[in-house]
């Protein structure tokens, strides 16, 4: 146990920190953007989006749009709200990303899609559309099958290389 301990110590105080999958980064995110929300963290809510991060949705008038910093100021800090979220699936490949959530109010939903980029290490997310919908309506996917019940896991998708190539440098083509 003293050698663990040691260890553990040793690898602390030389800086050697293990690092988190794509897959545990996604997630951390995504949890950042409903938690952060739901518990009235400010910080860690908007640390979740890139500063310049598009929101849309369909209002009354049609479409609707707000800043990161305008819906931060939607949220009371350290005040926690009434609403249950979960993250309904995401999938990512290389340095993009996407993802479905949901917040469940008492008489209604929002379902948020969401895409994500890697930007220094970190995932963030660069756009947000999302609708409000009825508490008993679920997202369906492309397959036409509604989403993860309650209480089950999350569906996610991760695109992986089937065999180990030789990488070619990626060339932005500005597309």
Request: proline share 3%; glycine share 4%.
């Given at each position: 146990m003293k050698k663990i301990k040691l260890l553990?110590?040793?690898l602390f105080v030389s800086g050697i920190t293990f690092a988190?999958?794509?897959?545990?980064l996604i997630q951390k995110t995504?949890?950042?953007?409903?938690?952060g929300g739901t518990n009235g963290e400010v910080a860690r809510f908007k640390g979740a989006f890139l500063n310049d991060a598009?929101?849309?949705?369909?209002g009354k008038s049609g479409v609707t749009g707000m800043t990161v910093e305008a819906l931060t100021s939607k949220i009371k800090p350290n005040q926690k709200m009434d609403r249950e979220t979960r993250i309904v699936s995401w999938s990512y490949a290389g340095t993009a990303a996407t993802a479905i959530t949901e917040t469940e109010y008492e008489t209604s939903k929002i379902i948020d899609?969401?895409?994500l980029l890697k930007v220094n290490n970190e995932w963030k997310i660069i756009?947000?559309?999302y609708s409000r919908i009825e508490k008993d309506e679920e997202v369906t996917s492309s397959d036409g099958t509604p989403s993860v019940a309650k209480g089950k896991t999350a569906a996610k998708t991760v695109?992986?290389?089937t065999a180990a190539k030789p990488k070619k440098p990626v060339?932005?083509?500005?597309?």
């Open positions: 553990i110590a040793m988190q999958s794509d897959e545990e995504l949890n950042d953007f409903l938690e598009i929101q849309k949705s369909m899609m969401l895409n756009s947000r559309v695109v992986k290389p060339v932005d083509d500005g597309w």
